[in-house]
């Protein structure tokens, strides 16, 4: 390990063979955007849009959201950032958006869902994000979260492009979309997958409860078999697969999803210099490699140990 730890990031994600893995940075804040900036993100792969709402008791009208996006956008002029529009309910209730008396909230009306029902909400977001977007230069992607359906997805992808986006995705949070990813993908330009949810749905394990932790730990095989589903999908397809959830910031997991075919990996500012500098110590035929021996694992803790034997670790 000694000796390998001797690779050092140089601010371009890439595995030791020059195979580009853009490292993101995720934002919530104008201080999370300026940490992420020097950290030496390329990007920012998770704006979420709803810490700029927890405290307001009523919609902030859309001047009012442009200006709160603008401030954590402006960091990033010039560089890449995907928006996630509101992510509302379960783990992060809002107080104007409240679905209450549901018994399961994290399988009710929350992230997308909520805009079904009042889309004019999803388009006041929307041009706001456009405005801020044009304010500040930052290159922006939208992409909503929550996502179970490649129809939700292609309805999703209708208004945002109406409303002047140019790059729309959608979080891959729920198994349905990672089991449909070839016809997800086909109703967008990128795909990001949420690892935090899509590990809870997939073991149907609340993220909230820590005492099962295990069953949310993203080396779970099972969540590593639709990651490689989605790679290929990706591939296929010509289009990027991201990851945004914390298994992004595992140095090792990093690699390992990078050898299933995750285009980019977008994690909290602190993550980014042991993830660039992990990513740049193998080549990718090793890291896919080590991805085989963690898909056929029986465990998290197996996964982990067998890729990092693989890896000579
Ligand atoms: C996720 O679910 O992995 C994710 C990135 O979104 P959040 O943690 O905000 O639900
Ligand atoms: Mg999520």
Redesign the pocket.
Known sequence: AAARSRARWDGTGATADGHRVRLLA?IGSAADAQAGIEAGAEGAG?F?T?FCFLDAATEPDVEAQRESYAAVLRPFAGRPVVV?TL?AG???PIPFLGVDGEPNPALGVRGLRIAFDRPELLDRQLAAIVAAASDTGAQVSVMA?MVATAGEAAWFAERARAAGVERVGV?V?TPAAALCADQVLAAVDFV?????????YTTAAD?MIGALATLNDPWQPALLRLVAGLGRAGRESGKPVG?????AADPLLAGVLAGLGVTSL?MTAAALAAVGASLAEHPLADWQAAAQQALSAPGPAQARQRAAAVLGG
């Open positions: 995720n998770l979420r709803e996630r992510d379960a783990d992060k979260p979080m949070e990001s997958i949420g690892t935090n949810d899509l590990a809870q993220r990851v945004c959830g914390e298994a977008s």
